[in-house]
């Protein structure tokens, strides 16, 4: 078990690695969200809505839109120079490659959300709101695992599809209906008054979570065939 | 090859499909408060059924495909793939023609009108997944893809629901008080468009045999 753990470690010490010393990529992940924000911020004020009101689904679609720029890299980086073939040589075990790319795109989505959190924060003007913070980042620690989960494996099939690119958020999205909707309401319940409780919807996000870690270690023997 | 049971089920189609016709506009009386457009229930609820039904054999076939890895057991999962996602797409074209004279509105977010919504996405994925070059591949992810968005479609229904259940119903249940002969004319339709996705089911496998043979013949050509 010991000897596994390390396995998956020091595959997702080299990710992290390497996206430090690209850091230009983590850098435009970043930029791109905060102009999905400024975006959507800047239509509702001009557009006259009440903005305060849509800070969960803004930032949610935000996350999810970037987390496409995110996720598909982890795969794409290993293509040159046949890296995979020697990573799947190197560990003689799919799975822990699975894990360690999933814990590198869950702290890489993590890095990415605490930039655009706080600014879309001030971006709408509700500097006056207490937020909950002890159901916000649960909430978003929840959220970016199950898109982090269901991403690498989606990723990981469709890396191997180069005329396919393109499939990677009309797989990814319809599976993650289910955390969208639990998500925008664990951050809507974030900023309203307390009262509410919606430790259900967190419990749910957390079997879900578990699920997509179970179900891809399970079917990764099969993606990563080659 | 001609397959006996496509003939059967050719022939049987041929009487149930005006029978059914009949039980639905003619037998089964028109509802009292709703009129005429309640009859596009017959078709919305056989096809949602079918749309399910195909969908849980895309399931099966993938994992067999996983273990055996037999081209056909690929080819019976796309086939049910395609011809569930038409089966769905006619259940969210009538539904909204229920739902205007009815409820006033073309679409409403309750669950069962989501996670249709959803599983349309998903098929559409799955066809596309399938759509392309580097067969083996892409039949391979098929399959995992089919067997991941199986588990997903309750959890969507789920927190459809869950979210509705925390929120005020804006439109209430159905009420669907059905008569004798109402349930006569439904249990027919579930029948016919079962029969009718069974012969489909044979004739697009089919197609796709014959495809998979012209390619095979037409790579030993060049």
Known sequence: MGKYLNKVFLIYWKDIRDEVRSFDNLLSTILFGVMLIFIFSFAFQLADLDVEQAFSAILWVSIFFSSVLAIQRSFAKEEENNVLDGLLLGTGDRGSIFLAKFLCNLTILLIFEAVITPLLWIFIGASGVKASLGLLVPALFLGSWGLAAIGTMLNGMTVQLPAARLLFPILLFPLMVPVLVAVIQCTAAAFAAPGESVAAWLYFLASFDLLFVIVPLLLFDYILEG | ?222
């Not at chain 2, 005006?18 to 919305?44: C, D, R, S, W």
């Not at chain 2, 596309?128 to 098929?142: D, I, Y």
């Open chain 2, 1 to 222: 090859m001609e397959s006996p049971w496509r003939k059967l089920s050719c022939l049987a189609l041929m009487i149930l499909l005006p029978v059914n016709i009949f039980l639905i506009f003619i037998y089964a009386p028109v509802e009292k408060t709703m009129g005429i457009v309640q009859k596009v229930f017959y078709f919305h609820i056989a096809s949602a059924w079918i749309g399910l039904l195909a969908f849980v054999l895309v399931f099966i076939a993938s994992i067999l495909y996983l273990r055996k890895r037999e081209a056909a057991l690929n080819r019976l999962a796309l086939a049910s793939a395609e011809i569930g996602t038409v089966f769905i797409t006619c259940t969210l074209l009538t539904g909204p023609l229920w739902a205007y004279p009815i409820w006033n509105t073309w679409w409403t977010w309750d669950p069962r009108l989501t996670t249709t919504l959803v599983l349309w996405f998903m098929y559409l994925a799955y066809i596309a997944l399938q759509s392309g070059g580097e067969t083996e591949n892409r039949q391979r992810f098929a399959a995992i893809y089919g067997i991941v968005a199986f588990i997903n479609v309750p959890l969507v229904f789920f927190s459809a629901r869950w979210w509705r259940s925390i929120h005020p119903l804006v439109i209430t249940s159905e009420g669907m008080g059905l008569t004798a002969k109402m349930r006569v004319a439904l249990f027919a339709s579930l029948i016919t468009f079962s029969l009718l996705y069974v012969y489909l089911l044979q004739l697009r496998y089919r197609s796709l045999s014959l495809k998979e043979r012209v390619n095979e013949l037409k790579s030993k050509l060049t």
